[in-house]
């Protein structure tokens, strides 16, 4: 037997399509025939797997578990709950790997799979290489088991673990992902006072869509945190990994700027350790780590990326632009929102009480939203090293970490290309509107003289 996958549903940190046209059952069982075969192959024959809340979920559970158990692994069902509940399972149950079935952010006719095998991300090659051995039937066979584990609880109790925080009134918008029960049970076992919107766990998403770095998104939690007068609201993704705040003013408090309150605690606990950012990240934070003592990093943009470099420099905290907070001080390393939230909680107590002060203290910068726009997908890393070499040879200042991130006297700004998609992505920042001018000016420039220009927005 053999199986082709869509090749635009093997991504670089996942597998994701729209189930019935790039993605189906048939997906589903060779990923199982061909995770579990490496992970007999590594040793341990075991693989946890939990679900969203989507309509196609249980229908690919099905499918997967089957794959898995045919070649000879046996299957540990956590059922349904967001991603970071599936990577907690597979970290302390006595299991080889897991594969969440997860939509993540994207709309209600899209599913995949986020995996993860032996404590470790598993992305790039590694899902190249589940469509190779799918398509040449390089499988083992056995007969595994299936049995059902309840991790809700003791994932919660887990968020909890060492919480030293005070008594806040927030409030926290699950979007109707699979967040929502653990924010529930989470919450009632928090001081305080919470306000909670849309906990219903909704495959439909009828009142936004669950991607907390999209202002409009964020819209009803302002109105919450203003209405009844909150301390700050909180909100998670479809599948709970990425986080997005707001202040008690209702303004929304980025990534960087969340990092940049979150690292202040544990710069305190690992004096002198390494803060990773992506390169999207803005240089007040890289600013802030060193100030506190610590070692900024800045690395490329991607969950997976973040995760291995994370490993690599043994660094206790990282973040993205997009929301991905990654503890490993206290916790295991992956990217969890709703434990960011518990820690921001904890930072806040610990610096003074107030978030809409401590947002009301960072340094003043303005900067452009991500722009993200089309480009022919044979064009887009060969537009970002024609950019680079024309820099090179004008002298200019460039980190090369992740495309091009050129520093100026106005500021920076940043083109590189999606990992994931036909797509350059830009982004500056600079202390006034005049420079930040200048700024996308320079990036139109170097766009023009490898001819192409900044189209309609591209959506994620």
């Not at 990994?241 to 305190?268: C, H, M, N, T, Y």
């Not at 992506?278 to 997976?304: I, N, Y």
Request: hydrophobic share 40%.
């Amino acid at each position: 037997m053999s199986h082709r996958f869509d090749p635009t549903s093997l991504r670089e940190y996942d597998i994701r399509g729209i189930v019935g046209k790039t993605l189906s059952e048939a997906d589903a069982y060779a990923l199982g025939r061909s995770f579990g075969t490496l992970a007999r192959r590594g040793g341990d024959p075991r693989v946890a797997v939990g679900r969203d809340g989507r309509e196609s979920s249980p229908i690919l559970e099905q499918a997967l578990v089957r794959g898995l158990n045919e070649s000879g692994v046996d299957v540990v069902k956590v059922g349904v709950g967001p991603t970071p509940m599936l990577y907690y399972a597979e970290a302390e149950l006595p299991v080889g790997g897991g594969i969440q079935i997860t939509g993540s952010h994207n709309p209600p006719e899209y599913n995949g799979f986020k995996m993860v095998l032996g404590h470790n991300a598993f992305f790039g090659e590694n899902i190249q290489k589940v469509g190779r051995m799918a398509e040449a039937g390089d499988w083992e066979s056995g007969d595994g088991t299936v049995s059902e584990r309840e991790v809700l609880d003791s994932y919660v109790e887990r968020l909890l673990q060492g919480f030293d925080g005070d008594a806040f009134r927030i409030g926290w918008d699950a979007g109707n992902g699979a967040a929502g029960p653990a924010v529930e049970k989470l919450t009632a076992r928090l001081p305080g006072e919470h306000h909670l919107l849309f906990t219903d766990i909704d495959s439909r998403f009828p009142n936004h869509h669950p991607d907390p770095t999209d202002e409009a998104n964020l819209e009803d939690l302002k109105r919450l945190v203003r209405e009844k007068g909150l301390d700050f609201g909180v909100a998670f993704d479809g599948d709970g990994d990425r986080i997005g705040a707001v202040d008690g003013e209702g303004r929304v408090i980025w990534g960087d700027q969340l990092l940049s309150i979150l690292a202040e605690p544990v710069l305190e606990a690992v004096p002198g350790a390494t803060i990773i950012a992506d390169v999207k990240a803005s240089q007040a934070l890289f600013d802030r780590v060193a100030e506190l003592g610590g070692t900024p990093c800045m690395w490329k943009t991607g969950h997976s990326l973040i995760k291995s470099k994370m490993k690599e420099t043994g660094a206790p905290l990282a973040g993205e632009m997009s929301g991905h907070i990654f503890f490993a001080h206290d916790y295991y390393g992956f990217d969890d929102a709703l434990y960011a939230a518990v820690r921001l909680i904890r930072a806040v107590t610990g610096l003074g009480g107030s978030l809409s002060n401590l947002h009301s203290a960072m340094p003043k910068v303005i900067n452009t939203p991500e722009m993200r726009f089309q480009v022919e997908e044979s064009r887009k890393f060969a537009i970002v090293d024609e950019v680079l070499d024309r820099l090179a040879a004008d002298g200019a200042r460039v980190d090369r970490t992740d495309g091009a991130r050129v520093t100026t006297n106005d500021g920076w700004w940043l083109l590189r290309a999606s990992n994931t998609q036909d797509v350059l992505v830009a982004r500056a920042e600079a202390k006034d509107q005049p420079g930040l001018e200048r700024l996308v000016g320079q990036i139109d420039g170097q766009l023009a003289l490898s001819g192409v220009k900044r189209g309609p927005q591209a959506s994620h």
